[in-house]
């Protein structure tokens, strides 16, 4: 449409139906309805939406639009799909701004375009994906009246978070973290007018003494870009910190409360077995949406203690070969984080023993077996109240409260956990030969059952002791390096981190004990559509890497005009 057109046929039609009337559809066509169809219309106007001039309907739930085209006789197949009906959810969308394009002899406030809509796209495989919708039209009335709507709508969503405290690890992975935050997180936080205030740790610790003592009340969460070393020592910081400020002693917790503030994880470390559990991807724009668009998601988190102690708050640990491995990586730091990995599984294969030690757990009752209670009269717990205990020599044993998804496990190596179902796996590999370790460990990275060996274990538990018989410790020689982290302690690997213990251990689960910021990755799974329902629709693929001021170079070549995005 010319632009001198379109600017002539700006009429604002705000309010209902009755002011204008969208032209009626063709015969027999079936007009495709959103949910929010029969929600109260807010506005209706013209906009140029993809260089078609459409009639746009703003509700309280839905924004929808139809071509505006001249009458043809009915049946008319090319009518029949000009006009079909287009929508996108408002909830859907997370930033407004309006669009204004400047020339370098021209001074003020530019020449209005229209507004611009920032959406969030759910894709395949749980990704999500940022996007923009245009609405074209030049009057500066009509343009204000629907920016300020569209500002009102946002602001409802009180969940979504207004500022943030950003924890960022810049030795994560090949040190990319830092350029990982600044080129694909914060343009889209900033797009959202999310205030940010980072700091950048400069010592292993330095989160944990960071939110011990930093004035939390003025954020609404906290982000950690790094691996999963940092996001599990954020989330330890944060539950640390919210039993201080429930005046509970925090050397033994036996109850102990919320964290409160929602965590996000950027992934940006070598396995981001967090995130990749959490978003069911390790997508770093997906874990950045799911934070502006204020998707929590509770997750369960076990306590660590020994004694009676508390060691520390996490989702994962492994006891022997996991162990093992992980304090060799640690003494080999200088290595990349690939040949470190592959060189520690390496020698702790080449150095394979078993763990003579006694664990005791505490089972869950399966649902059939608690109906069955029910129905007896017995007490309604879930968890069974005799404890059980097996002895022996185990190669490994895993205490998962998240089902560990990676690149060497895509199915997780708990699959059969949840993020928030309240147990924990216990997966215990008792003695064998080094070769069917070996097939046990591979089966993790395809499609066969893993746990299909006559040596291999698996328990569904709320409580787990481990208790190791031997009192040398652990100690690893060759090349002259001791792999030991202490002398007569044993390496436990907790979320990626190296924990060591002299005695018993004793993990138990405590259900939903802290949110993430995520969307549950069985209702993304399940569902057919996408975030945004546009059907036969390319919307602007722009990546949003936006420049200071927010400038984009408009689409002809050799001119000095620009267009920006202004609040």
Same mark, same amino acid.
């Given at each position: 449409?010319?632009?001198?057109?379109?600017?002539?046929?700006?009429? *604002?039609?705000?309010?209902?139906?009755?002011?204008?009337?969208?032209?009626?559809?063709?015969?027999?066509?079936?007009?495709?309805?959103?949910?929010? *169809?029969?929600?109260?219309?807010?506005?209706?106007?013209?906009?140029?939406?993809?260089?078609?001039?459409?009639?746009?309907?703003?509700?309280?739930?839905?924004?929808?639009?139809?071509?505006?085209?001249?009458?043809?006789?009915?049946?008319?197949?090319?009518?029949?799909?000009?006009?079909?009906?287009?929508?996108?959810?408002?909830?859907?969308? #997370?930033?407004?701004?309006?669009?204004?394009?400047?020339?370098?002899?021209?001074?003020?406030?530019?020449?209005?375009?229209?507004? !611009?809509?920032?959406?969030?796209?759910?894709?395949?495989?749980?990704?999500?994906?940022?996007?923009?919708?245009?609405?074209?039209?030049?009057?500066?009335?009509?343009?204000?009246?629907?920016?300020?709507?569209?500002?009102?709508?946002?602001?409802?969503?009180?969940?979504?978070?207004?500022?943030?405290?950003?924890?960022?690890?810049?030795?994560?992975? &090949?040190?990319?973290? !830092?350029?990982?935050?600044?080129?694909?997180?914060?343009?889209?936080?900033?797009?959202?007018?999310? &205030?940010?205030?980072?700091?950048?740790?400069?010592?292993?610790?330095?989160?944990?003494?960071?939110?011990?003592?930093?004035?939390?009340?003025?954020?609404?969460?906290?982000?950690?870009?790094?691996?999963?070393?940092?996001?599990?020592?954020?989330?330890?910081?944060?539950?640390?910190?919210?039993?201080?400020?429930?005046?509970?002693?925090?050397?033994?917790?036996?109850?102990?409360?919320?964290?409160?503030?929602?965590?996000?994880?950027?992934?940006?470390?070598?396995?981001?077995?967090?995130?990749?559990?959490?978003?069911?991807?390790?997508?770093?724009?997906?874990?950045?949406?799911?934070?502006?668009?204020?998707?929590?998601?509770?997750? =369960?988190?076990?306590?660590?203690?020994? $004694?009676?102690?508390?060691?520390?708050?996490?989702?994962?640990?492994?006891?022997?070969? /996991?162990?093992?491995?992980?304090?060799?990586?640690? &003494?080999?730091?200088?290595?990349?984080?690939?040949?470190?990995?592959?060189?520690?599984?390496?020698?702790?294969?080449?150095?394979?023993?078993? %763990?003579?030690?006694?664990?005791?757990?505490?089972?869950?009752?399966?649902?059939?077996?608690? %109906?069955?209670?029910?129905?007896? /009269?017995?007490?309604?717990? =879930?968890?069974?109240?005799?404890?059980?205990?097996?002895?022996?020599? #185990?190669?490994?044993?895993?205490?998962?409260?998240?089902?560990?998804?990676?690149?060497?496990?895509?199915?997780?190596?708990?699959?059969?956990?949840?993020?928030?179902?309240?147990?924990?796996?216990?997966?215990?590999?008792?003695?064998?030969?080094?070769?069917? #370790?070996?097939?046990?460990?591979?089966?993790?990275?395809?499609?066969?059952?893993?746990?299909?060996?006559?040596?291999?274990?698996?328990?569904?538990?709320?409580?787990?002791?481990?208790?190791?018989?031997?009192?040398?410790?652990?100690?690893?020689?060759? =090349?002259?390096?001791? *792999?030991?982290?202490? %002398?007569?302690?044993?390496?436990?690997?907790?979320?990626?981190?190296?924990?060591?213990?002299?005695?018993?251990?004793?993990?138990?689960?405590?259900?939903?004990?802290?949110?993430?910021? /995520?969307?549950?990755? %069985?209702?993304?799974?399940?569902?057919?559509? !996408?975030?945004?329902?546009?059907?036969?629709?390319?919307?602007? &693929?722009?990546?949003?890497?936006?420049?200071?001021? =927010?400038?984009?170079?408009?689409?002809?070549?050799? !001119?000095?005009?620009? $267009?920006?995005?202004?609040?």
């Amino acid at each position: 449409m010319p632009r001198g057109r379109r600017g002539g046929r700006v009429s *604002a039609l705000e309010g209902g139906p009755e002011e204008a009337a969208a032209p009626a559809p063709a015969a027999g066509v079936s007009q495709l309805q959103p949910p929010a *169809a029969a929600a109260q219309t807010l506005l209706r106007g013209i906009f140029e939406i993809r260089r078609s001039s459409c009639d746009v309907v703003l509700s309280e739930r839905a924004l929808r639009w139809r071509p505006i085209v001249p009458e043809r006789p009915a049946g008319d197949s090319k009518c029949d799909v000009q006009c079909k009906e287009e929508f996108i959810e408002v909830k859907d969308i #997370f930033s407004v701004k309006l669009k204004r394009r400047y020339s370098a002899k021209q001074q003020g406030n530019g020449t209005l375009l229209g507004i !611009t809509l920032f959406i969030c796209l759910k894709k395949e495989q749980n990704k999500l994906k940022d996007s923009t919708l245009d609405l074209i039209n030049l009057s500066e009335d009509h343009c204000d009246v629907w920016f300020k709507q569209f500002k009102k709508i946002l602001a409802g969503f009180s969940n979504r978070p207004k500022s943030l405290k950003v924890i960022l690890n810049p030795q994560s992975h &090949k040190k990319e973290a !830092t350029q990982i935050y600044h080129e694909k997180v914060e343009p889209l936080l900033r797009v959202a007018g999310i &205030k940010t205030d980072v700091t950048i740790t400069e010592y292993e610790g330095h989160a944990l003494a960071l939110l011990k003592e930093c004035e939390l009340q003025e954020f609404d969460g906290v982000v950690c870009v790094g691996g999963d070393g940092s996001a599990s020592e954020v989330a330890h910081a944060l539950l640390l910190r919210a039993q201080k400020n429930a005046g509970k002693e925090t050397e033994s917790i036996l109850t102990p409360v919320r964290a409160q503030l929602p965590l996000g994880l950027i992934p940006a470390g070598s396995t981001n077995v967090l995130a990749h559990s959490l978003h069911g991807i390790p997508h770093v724009v997906t874990a950045t949406l799911h934070i502006i668009m204020g998707h929590v998601q509770p997750v =369960d988190v076990c306590t660590f203690s020994t $004694t009676g102690k508390l060691l520390r708050f996490g989702f994962s640990a492994m006891f022997g070969f /996991g162990g093992r491995t992980l304090a060799l990586a640690e &003494k080999h730091r200088w290595m990349s984080p690939n040949q470190r990995r592959d060189f520690a599984v390496m020698k702790a294969l080449a150095k394979l023993k078993p %763990e003579d030690c006694e664990i005791s757990f505490l089972p869950l009752i399966s649902s059939h077996d608690l %109906e069955e209670r029910k129905a007896e /009269g017995s007490p309604k717990s =879930d968890c069974n109240d005799q404890w059980q205990t097996i002895q022996g020599q #185990f190669l490994n044993v895993s205490i998962m409260a998240i089902p560990c998804l990676c690149s060497v496990a895509p199915r997780g190596l708990a699959p059969n956990t949840r993020l928030n179902n309240g147990s924990m796996a216990l997966i215990i590999a008792r003695n064998t030969s080094r070769p069917e #370790f070996i097939k046990h460990l591979k089966r993790y990275a395809g499609v066969k059952n893993q746990f299909n060996f006559p040596f291999v274990e698996t328990y569904t538990v709320g409580e787990v002791k481990v208790r190791p018989r031997n009192n040398s410790g652990y100690s690893l020689e060759g =090349d002259g390096l001791h *792999a030991a982290a202490s %002398e007569n302690s044993f390496p436990w690997n907790v979320d990626g981190d190296l924990m060591e213990a002299k005695s018993e251990v004793q993990v138990k689960l405590h259900p939903r004990l802290i949110n993430l910021y /995520g969307g549950s990755t %069985e209702e993304m799974n399940d569902s057919q559509g !996408t975030c945004i329902w546009i059907p036969n629709v390319s919307l602007s &693929k722009r990546p949003l890497l936006l420049p200071s001021r =927010d400038l984009y170079p408009i689409a002809q070549p050799n !001119t000095f005009e620009a $267009t920006e995005l202004m609040d």
